[in-house]
């Protein structure tokens, strides 16, 4: 029961440009509260891969951005590259629940 | 190098009781929220409960509340996960991860231990 909502999946060809919705209310992101994306490689943790909406980790390439409007956020990767394939979720905090929520993650497939 | 190591995961039966251990390394333990965050099979990720500093406030999920129990020792550099009453629904790889302070994201996580329950 996510409250945090993406696509199931998205998929481009090398090179391509992709982008990944998460779609929130006013108790979370529209609320104000900050939006951080997360990659997980098959079989993997997750890992940080973008923060307080449109920042980088030190070690992400600049082909992953961020941004964030009223209650939704996206993510998107130029020059999809094949090491991109993995599920990638959304997360920020909400009030209504008091406690942090993650979205319902979006599979990436490089064709 | 930050190292978030679980452990205590296993096969239990419905209604049983585990306890996780997350063992941590190369940052300040006591300085920050810990939580744990578990994924079922196949499934997508769910925050479970978190824990302050000092381990004098915590939170949970409602899915867990009042069955589930979050603690750390901080003379040990150890966060646990104190589970009961435990359901299918329960099982989960079950992640610790560190929430970094100024922007509330959980910059590192664990490789994470298996809880599974059936009978």
């Known amino acids: 029961q996510s409250v945090l909502t993406q696509p199931p999946s998205v998929s481009g060809a090398p090179g391509q440009r992709v982008t990944i919705s998460c779609t929130g209310s006013?108790?979370?992101?529209?609320?104000?509260?900050?939006v951080h994306w997360y990659q997980q490689l098959p079989g993997t943790a997750p890992n940080l891969l973008i923060y307080a909406n449109n920042n980088r980790p030190s070690g992400v390439p600049d082909r992953f951005s961020g941004s964030k409007s009223g209650t939704s956020a996206s993510l998107a990767i130029t020059g999809l590259q094949a090491e991109d394939e993995a599920d990638y979720y959304c997360q920020s905090y909400d009030s209504s629940l008091s406690g942090y929520v993650f979205g319902t993650g979006t599979k990436v497939t490089v064709l | 190098e930050v190292q978030l190591l679980e452990s205590g995961g296993g096969l239990v039966q419905p209604g049983g009781s585990l306890r996780l251990s997350c063992a941590a390394s190369g940052f300040s333990f006591s300085t920050y929220i810990m939580s744990w965050v578990r994924q079922a099979p196949g499934q997508g990720l769910e925050w479970v409960s978190g824990i302050s500093g000092s381990g004098g406030s915590t939170y949970y999920a409602d899915s867990v509340k009042g069955r589930f129990t979050i603690s750390r020792d901080n003379s040990k550099n150890t966060l646990y996960l104190q589970i009961n009453s435990l359901r299918a629904e329960d099982t989960a790889l079950y992640y610790c991860?560190?929430?970094?302070?100024?922007?509330?994201?959980?910059?590192?996580w664990g490789q994470g231990t298996l809880v599974t329950v059936s009978s």
């Open positions: 006013s108790s979370n992101i529209g609320a104000g509260y900050d």
């Open positions: 991860a560190k929430r970094n302070s100024v922007y509330e994201e959980f910059d590192y």
